[in-house]
């Protein structure tokens, strides 16, 4: 058993928001509000000046395992995400090889089963990231697959975004989609604009994710289907998920901290560790996602976790593999970007962290109610810290040295304190 006591505990999908306690017993939250006693050898925590939220969801990090381990794996990722407060997160399918069989889906899988937090894996859409043929999405689904992704790439053939459209329809899981159209793109990783000028770069056009995703939200509409638009990074992008909301189609997007926090001019300051697919944009790119974090056009928090070893990121702007790592400092991040500058309340940033994504998956986590899941954090939302070093086994940030709002203190995964 564990008592939290004296935290602020806030629940997003409820709205409850007071001081109070939270206990825990076995995998389960049994109580809230006051707590007058507990049994001997519970566990006590004084949550004093600190909240209590729900554990922390990421439906998008790429944990590398199988094929390319030496930047992450299973086990550094986990550690990772629960040193960030995260208790789920969903793998991304580009791995080696990639996840397109039910195969590599239960291997991965049942080395999954092992760690102190709940990592899920996505499957790809298609066989081999070729975009050309469907996975066998029926046996994946019955194999447990809660959502289809081919991120990293995006998928060209409208007929088979469509037909894929309306398999996940029929099965009720989300299909995630990574919307830069390279007709549009000289060189990836860079906005097209006055920064890849500058550096005589060829950089990728806002269009490239717009007219992509002024498809999806067409097809969503025509389908019904579950449609999550990854990253969303520019301005127009974001209108045109607006309009498909306001007609009804069940488009979610994801906003990821980089995004949010930093414009195309981070590339001349931090080189290789800004650059990532789509891109870092303009000012007003930046201000409009945060605007539709703000109205609720944009839904989800997901950090699009990317961690490449340092000789990669040591390469030219040309040549180095665009992403970043962001599990360790997305809560902070949220906290000094979004809520200390007044654009989200703290219920909000935690709703976009917690209950939207579990939502977008149909997971039963990211509640913090009595009969749910206990899994937690405890932050406190006002200590200062810098970031140095990193669980990940990457260390490719360009927030390295920043100084941060917001510090975990404790990840408690199925009534476990994995992280203090
Ligand atoms: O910058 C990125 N890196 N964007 C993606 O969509 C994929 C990711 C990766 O896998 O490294
Ligand atoms: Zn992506």
Known sequence: MIWIRNGRIMDPESGLDQVGDVLLDG???????????????????????????????????????????????????????????????????????????????????????????????????????????????????????????????PLMDEALVRKAM??????????????????????P?????????????GGASYLAEAVMVKRDCQLALETGASVDIQHISSAQAVEYVKEAKEKGAHVTAEASPHHFTLTEEAVLEYGTLARMNPPLRTEEDRMRIIKGLQEGTIEVIATDHAPHAKEEKEKSLAEAPSGITGLETSLGLGITELVDKGYLSMMELLEKMTVNPAKLYH??????????????????????????????????????????????????????????
């Open 27 to 153: 995998d389960q939250i049994v109580k809230i509000g006051k707590v007058d006693s507990a049994e001997d050898g519970c566990q006590v925590i004084d949550a004093k000046g600190w909240i209590v939220a729900p554990g922390l969801i990421d439906v998008h990090v790429h944990f590398r395992d199988p094929g390319f381990t030496y930047k992450e794996d299973l086990t550094t990722g986990a550690a990772a995400a629960a040193a960030g407060g995260f208790t789920t997160v969903v793998c991304m399918a580009n791995t080696k090889p990639v996840v397109d069989s039910v195969d590599i889906y239960q291997e991965i899988v049942d080395r999954c089963e092992q760690l102190p937090i709940k990592v899920l894996q996505a499957a790809a859409v298609s066989k081999g990231f070729k975009g050309e043929e469907l996975t066998d999405m029926d046996a994946l689904y019955q194999a447990g697959v809660k959502g289809f992704t081919d991120d990293g790439l």
């Open 166 to 187: 309306e398999k996940v329809k029929e099965l009720g899981v989300p299909i995630s989609l990574h919307e830069e159209d390279p007709a549009y793109i000289k060189q």
């Open 189 to 201: 990783g860079v906005n097209q604009g006055k920064v890849s000028e500058k550096l005589n770069y």
């Open 363 to 420: 997971l039963p986590q990211g509640r913090l109610q009595e009969g749910r899941p206990a899994d937690l954090v405890i932050f406190d939302p006002e200590e200062e810290w810098t970031v140095k070093e990193y669980r990940s086994k990457a260390a490719n940030s360009p927030f390295t040295g920043w100084k941060l709002k917001g510090k975990v203190k404790y990840t408690i995964c199925d009534g476990k304190i994995v992280e203090r």
